[in-house]
């Protein structure tokens, strides 16, 4: 259960239907989904949060879809079920395929795998794998 109310369009002020608009209008859809209607309880938090997504996951050096499946791989490592699900949805509608799909949970989980070993067995970073100062 959500801690915050989930506000419908009738419950949700102005300045947050604005930016449920925008929403609308930039993903080509009349569907707003919960987790804009949970931060629509803070109308600056809502538009500060959209603005930044928008930025983010615009258009950029990434491919779209690499954007989504970099969120997956995310909020999976962050157990953040809501974001792992609206992602998957995105990725797939951005092109990603079952074998894609696949692959991609089998490289977070190897990634896990390795990345636990690694902490737990303290392994110093090989220098060569060191960012020399001044090259980015």
């Known amino acids: 259960m ?17 930016v449920f608009d925008d929403i609308r209008e930039t993903r080509g859809t009349d569907y707003v989904n919960n987790f804009w209607r949970a931060l629509a309880a803070d109308p600056a938090l809502l538009r500060a949060t959209w603005e930044r997504l928008g930025a983010v996951m615009g258009p950029g050096a990434l491919d779209p879809l690499v954007k989504e ?7 999976v490592t962050n157990g953040c079920s ?14 990603m395929t079952a074998a894609q799909h696949g692959e991609l949970l089998a490289v977070i989980a190897m ?26």
């Open 82 to 95: 809501y974001c792992i699900h609206s992602h998957t949805a995105a990725a797939k509608a951005k092109g």
């Open 111 to 136: 990634a896990a795998q390795t990345n636990a070993l690694a902490t737990a067995l303290q392994v110093p970073v090989d220098a060569r794998f060191l960012a020399e100062e001044g090259t980015g």
């Open 69 to 75: 499946m970099v969120y997956i791989a995310v909020s």
């Open 2 to 18: 959500a801690v915050v109310p989930i506000l419908s369009d009738g419950e949700a002020g102005a300045q947050a239907l604005a």
